[in-house]
């Protein structure tokens, strides 16, 4: 079931005495699965933000159409059972974090109880400040907090504009449990961000968007098997493996060259090779004649973030 469906999504800005026409958001076209994280990646000024803004109701598309569980985003159905946290949240400092979202629930006019509110700040793990004045937060305690208000209201969807920006690699890793676990209450995230490699850890499926247009979409295992350079081999082997493979070439056994290879192995025991896809294949075949024991053979994966580079180069040409 979809959860979110955008289709030939554009956005247009207007600007200056002369209006001149700044396309935000061009022909773009994906849909979030019920129950899954989908990463909304690229870099800044790509269009990200316009979309979720779209899909919250804070801002009319030029042309196409976004919903949430099918009732137009924007409708009063769809933002009654959407939570979001925007890039920069705004917050009454002189309020205790538990004030705030005390605030918010009344303001939302949530059927919430204190119990669930209790809930709520447990999920986000905020128990331990809580009660202090928010001016005091870090960016950190302030992203969680902004998260915790998102969760008001029982959510079915959660729409996140950068929720780790800006945070330090401890309270990132604790953001990133948090959302894995709302997956496992089977709330859908649709999170927007530019630090692919945090993204890469938590995401079910992706979508690389540069320009305003989605230019690369598919699960992350697609992605990186689809860019991949190397091929990896690791066998179980003695320390003479190397000199076995020269030896093989110089016989004309093994047509690649071992110098074309790279070899490393930690104990002189397990062996990783890697190389270009017909050289390892070659290796391959010699080492199971020879019946040495093959741990692994698989594609030398890309990182997201080489993916998406690689990507945008093939939009260029």
């Not at 003479?240 to 071992?258: G, I």
Request: aromatic share 6%; charged share 20%.
């Amino acid at each position: 079931m979809k959860a979110i469906e955008v289709k030939n999504l554009n956005k247009v800005y207007r600007s200056g005495f002369i209006p001149i026409k700044n396309l935000a958001v061009k022909d773009l076209t994906f849909s979030v699965e019920a129950g899954e994280i989908y990463g909304l990646l690229g870099p800044n000024g790509a269009g990200k933000t316009t979309t979720m803004k779209i899909l919250v109701g804070l801002l009319n598309p030029s042309r196409g159409s976004a919903s949430i569980l099918s009732h137009p985003a924007g409708s009063i159905k769809a933002r009654s059972i959407t939570g979001f946290l925007p890039e920069n949240p705004v917050f009454y400092n002189y309020l205790s974090g538990k004030e705030f979202l005390q605030l918010i629930q009344t303001l939302s006019a949530s059927s919430g109880t204190g119990q669930e509110l209790d809930q709520i700040i447990k999920t986000t793990k905020i128990e331990k400040y809580v009660n202090s004045p928010i001016r005091s937060y870090s960016k950190g305690m302030l992203q969680r907090l902004g998260l915790a208000q998102a969760l008001i209201g029982s959510p079915q969807i959660l729409i996140l504009d950068e929720p780790l920006s800006g945070v330090d690699p401890m309270g990132r890793a604790e953001i990133k449990e948090i959302l894995r676990q709302l997956k496992k209450q089977e709330i859908t995230l649709l999170i927007c961000s530019h630090i692919l490699p945090d993204i890469e850890e938590i995401a079910d499926r992706v979508g690389l968007i540069n320009q305003g247009q989605l230019i690369l979409e598919d699960t992350l295992l697609s992605i990186t098997a689809k860019y991949h350079k190397t091929f990896s081999l690791i066998v179980q082997a003695d320390p003479q493996l190397p000199r076995f493979l020269e030896h093989s070439h110089n016989k004309n056994n093994l047509a690649v060259s071992p110098q074309k290879l790279s070899l490393s192995s930690s104990d002189k025991k397990i062996w990783k090779i890697e190389g270009e896809k017909q050289d390892i294949e070659q290796v391959l075949t010699l080492l199971v004649e020879k019946k040495y024991k093959i741990n692994y053979y698989a594609p030398s994966l890309s990182t997201l973030e080489q993916c998406f580079l690689k990507s945008i180069e093939n939009e260029k040409d």
